[in-house]
């Protein structure tokens, strides 16, 4: 009798660690699939036009006119008004390639936020993160305003969209994301049901 357990022991073993690679596998494929990012930029642009806060498509040159330091070159901006006074955050990372249309000219708009060709969705929450520190009479940090992006996958997406993009939080966040086994098959199960709609 514990032959045969040791064998089922080892069968299981080999079942689990298949799975592990299989999902491993499957977590970074999505990862880069615009139908993702298209909906975490939908659910930004959502948040953003909730709270009145416009975004704005802004060549990177255009942008950086005044910059001679390439690595303080911004791609995305965050423009607020504070003692009278106009006030910029800017992030330094990632790439978007996307117009966004308003209508009113961008240099009456406060708060706003622009985003060049080199930004990206993460920028935006970035940008959205200077936002709420702003909105919430917080200190403008880059920390700070990274620690929103978890902030943003808790509240506004399905949890799995955490699993998928937790290098991406844990980068931008500077924070360690652990998964259970059964959070990790929950979240591909999520996540095959979210591929099929």
């Not at 880059?142 to 993009?165: G, Q, T």
């Amino acid at each position: 009798m514990k032959f045969i357990d040791k064998i089922k022991n080892y069968f299981l073993k080999i079942w689990v660690n298949i799975f592990w690679v299989v999902y491993n596998y499957k977590y970074f494929e999505p990862y880069q699939e615009r139908v993702f990012i298209d909906y975490i930029e939908k659910k930004a642009i959502e948040l953003s036009d909730n709270e009145g806060v416009k975004i704005f498509s802004v060549p990177f040159d255009e942008m950086n006119k005044n910059e001679t330091n390439d690595d303080e070159k911004a791609v995305g901006l965050f423009l607020y008004f504070k003692d009278d006074k106009i006030m910029a955050e800017y992030d330094t990372i990632a790439r978007i390639n996307k117009t966004l249309n308003i209508t009113t000219p961008r240099e009456r708009v406060y708060p706003r936020i622009e985003i060049s060709e080199k930004g990206d969705v993460f920028t935006i929450l970035h940008e959205l993160g200077h936002y709420f520190l702003y909105k919430r009479g917080l200190p403008q940090t880059e920390k700070d305003a990274n620690l929103f992006i978890e902030e943003f996958f808790d509240n506004y997406l399905p949890p799995f969209f955490k699993w998928i993009y937790q290098i991406e939080v844990k980068i931008r966040g500077n924070m360690e994301l652990k998964f259970t086994d059964l959070e990790n098959y929950n979240n591909w199960n999520a996540y095959k049901k979210f591929s099929k709609i």
